[in-house]
């Protein structure tokens, strides 16, 4: 699949002033800094559609795009505000646990979390606790290891692993995941096929 379109609709404080959920949506999030505009970027190879490195914390939004794909798709893709920062304070970190909770919780067209971690790390206990609330609350989402670039593919696979083996702990089944470089630009045809065949289940259960 490859994005003939995309243009930014809107930021939202909060799910319920995000734009009707007449779409497929598909929205990406992980720690600041973790790569998530830059992967956003590569996706839909426009340099500047969302920004890379705003100050960490400062944008509390909810932010839209609308994508046109070559399979006549319309189709959103979400940039969520990061967590795990340092310098918010508890007041902030809270009202952002409470917006991403509504929106992953009642979002209705959500279709899948991308959720992003930085594969150079070993595993982060703040990404550990954020995916199995993501599995309690029963949202799909998978997993996207960035900057895979700037470490041996042998470190990178190592963290992944160790990664995916420390979830087998709690759940049985593992989640789907990435390996990306926007770089080297690796693991974007993946995950647009992936967003490809999301949206052929959902058009054919809504046709049902
Ligand atoms: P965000 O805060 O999660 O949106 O992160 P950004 O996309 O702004 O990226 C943070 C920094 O990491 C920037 O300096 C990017 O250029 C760099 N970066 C992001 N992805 C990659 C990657 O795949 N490879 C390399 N080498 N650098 C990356």
């Given at each position: 699949m490859e994005i003939i379109a995309a243009k930014y609709i809107i930021s939202?404080?909060?799910?319920?002033?995000?734009?009707?959920?007449?779409?497929?949506?598909?929205?990406?999030?992980?720690?600041?800094?973790?790569?998530?505009?830059?992967?956003?970027?590569?996706?839909?190879?426009?340099?500047?559609?969302?920004?890379?490195?705003?100050?960490?914390?400062?944008?509390?939004?909810?932010?839209?795009?609308?994508?046109?794909?070559?399979d006549k798709q319309r189709w959103y893709l979400v940039d969520l505000p990061g967590y795990g920062f340092a310098k918010v304070s508890y007041k902030d970190r809270r009202s952002w646990e409470k917006m991403i909770q509504d929106y992953i919780r009642k979002r209705e067209n959500l279709v899948t979390i991308f959720l992003l971690i930085d594969s150079r790390l070993s595993p982060q206990k703040s990404d550990i606790d954020f995916v199995n609330q993501l599995a309690e609350w029963k949202?799909?989402?998978?997993?996207?290891?960035?900057?895979?670039?700037?470490?041996?593919?042998?470190?990178?696979?190592?963290?992944?692993?160790?990664?995916?083996?420390?979830?087998?702990?709690?759940?049985?089944?593992?989640?789907?995941?990435?390996?990306?470089?926007?770089?080297?630009?690796?693991?974007?045809?993946?995950?647009?096929?992936?967003?490809k065949e999301l949206n052929m289940l959902v058009k054919n259960n809504t046709a049902k």
């Open positions: 939202s404080p909060s799910y319920d002033k995000c734009p009707k959920p007449d779409k497929p949506e598909y929205a990406f999030l992980g720690r600041s800094n973790v790569g998530k505009s830059s992967l956003i970027n590569m996706l839909c190879n426009i340099h500047k559609l969302a920004k890379t490195s705003s100050t960490p914390g400062k944008t509390q939004l909810i932010n839209h795009f609308e994508i046109i794909s070559d949202s799909p989402f998978a997993l996207v290891f960035t900057k895979s670039d700037k470490i041996t593919q042998r470190d990178s696979a190592r963290n992944v692993n160790a990664f995916l083996n420390q979830l087998k702990e709690t759940w049985e089944e593992l989640p789907d995941h990435f390996v990306t470089s926007t770089v080297k630009k690796l693991g974007r045809k993946e995950i647009l096929n992936y967003i």
